[in-house]
């Protein structure tokens, strides 16, 4: 939630100062996934956890992404060209990181089932 909070800060300090550079802060990924094999129920609910602010994150990324484009995108001396090049930016931007927190999301999930798995047994 901070870091939500952060990246809605800068991008309002950029746009209110007039700047066109990049404003959005990437979030960093979740440091590790637990082994679900040998991991505790508890290093899975946090892993889950620190998953989940991965994708709040992620989510206000890339919302703040579309702020910043628009922004840019009100600037009256931007030719069609210019504005296809950044409206192209934004969506490959965007696409990079929606795909990043699914492949986090799912290896996640191998974990978990790894650590359903392992509970069955037991």
């Known amino acids: 939630m901070k870091k939500a909070t952060l990246v809605t800060c800068l991008l309002l300090a950029s746009i209110g100062a007039g700047a066109a550079q990049a404003t959005c802060i990437y979030p960093r990924e ?30 206000a990324y890339t919302a703040c992404l579309e702020m910043e484009l628009q922004a840019m995108l009100e600037d009256p001396g931007l030719d069609e060209a210019r504005k296809s090049e950044l409206q192209t930016m934004q969506a490959k931007k965007n696409n990079a990181a929606v795909d990043h927190v699914q492949s986090v999301a799912e290896r996640f999930n191998e974990q978990l089932r790894a650590f359903q798995a392992a509970k069955k047994k037991d």
């Open 30 to 59: 979740p440091e590790s996934i637990p082994d679900g094999a040998t991991a505790a129920y508890d290093e899975m609910v946090a892993a889950q956890q620190t998953v989940k602010q991965f994708d709040a994150d992620i989510t």
